[in-house]
Each structure stands twice: as C-alpha cells, then as structure tokens.
C-alpha cells in the first residue's frame, strides 16, 4: 500500500515533468519557427537590396555603354564566324578581301575590350575610392559627434555654475540683509 503511494507520486511527478518538457518544447519550436520567419524576412529584404544597387548599377552610363560594346562584340563575332564559311568557297580575290576585313574586325574587337578593361577598371578604382571615403566620413562623423558631446558637458557644466553663482550671490544678499537688521537694531 505505501509502495503504490510512492509510485503514485512517482507517476505524477513524471507526468507533470512530462507536461513542462512539452510545454518547454512547444515554447523551443515557438521561439525557433520566430528566428526562421526573421531570418527569412531579413534575406528577402536583404536580396531587395541586392536588386535594387544591381539595377542602379545597370543604369549608371558606363555600363550602358559596356553593354552596347559587348553586344557589338557578339555582332562581330557573328560576322566572323560567317565570313568563315564564306572563306571555304573558292574565290582568291574574295579571299583576300575577306582576310582584310577580318584583321580590320579583329583590331575593332582588341581596341573595344582595351576600352572595356580601361572602364572596368576605372570602376573598381572608383569603387575604392568611394569605400575609402566612406571610411572618412564615419571617422568625421564619429569626430564630430565627440566634439558635441563635449561641448555639450561644457554648456551643462557652465549652466551649473551660472546656477551655483547665482545661488551664492541670494545667499550673501540675505546674509548681508540679516547683518544689516542686526547691525540696525545694535
């Protein structure tokens, strides 16, 4: 009989252990199902802005113009490919002038991707440039915001002793008001 009790309470300490690791685990997935709904929400916004700077990006002029070069890069390429199956008819004469227009095409395409490096170029250097201010600016700024932070400490500071000042002054007046009653009545 005082075994069952004993397994009794056995049992219902279990159980009510059982309840709270399931309230705990109810809680565990809570928590965890609100950290993936804010991750989520934090990539879609962050591939937002992924998109957004790539389009501005595309928009600037000198990727329009990279763009229209490298499609007129793809013209030429094109040309080429069908100027060599004309190559394979017989025909000296259309050979020849084939070949010309080719070296002439060829030296067109190097001339383009040099203009195209130089502008990537330019681009990055750009890039650096701009990271680098960057970086001056949040030095300025933190530069800037300690400078008002003192001279804030120093306007609280000289407000306090304007009050400190005026204080003592009441208070030598009522001072000199008392002496002057007793020296009055004496």
Known sequence: MHQCEILKTQNHSICAEN????????TQREALEFTVARNNDYRERIAD?????????SELPF???LNEK?????????QKEEMIL???NPGS??????????????EQIKAILECINAKKQIY????????????????????????????HSQLNKAELNRRQ?????????????????SLGMI
Request: no cysteine; charged share 40%.
């Open 19 to 26: 309840i709270n690791l399931k309230l705990e685990v109810e």
């Open 49 to 57: 802005r992924i998109k957004g700077f790539s389009e501005r990006e």
């Open 63 to 65: 990727m329009i113009e």
């Open 70 to 78: 490298q499609a007129m890069v793809q013209l030429l390429k094109k």
């Open 86 to 88: 004309n190559l394979h």
């Open 93 to 106: 004469t259309a050979i020849k002038q084939l070949q010309e227009e080719i070296l002439n095409e060829s």
């Open 124 to 151: 990055e250097e750009e890039l650096e440039r701009h990271a680098v201010l960057r970086k001056e600016i949040e030095v300025e700024k933190k530069r800037y915001n300690a400078i008002l932070k003192r001279l």
């Open 165 to 181: 000042y005026q204080w003592n002054i009441a208070e030598m007046e009522k001072k000199a008001s008392t002496l002057r009653q």
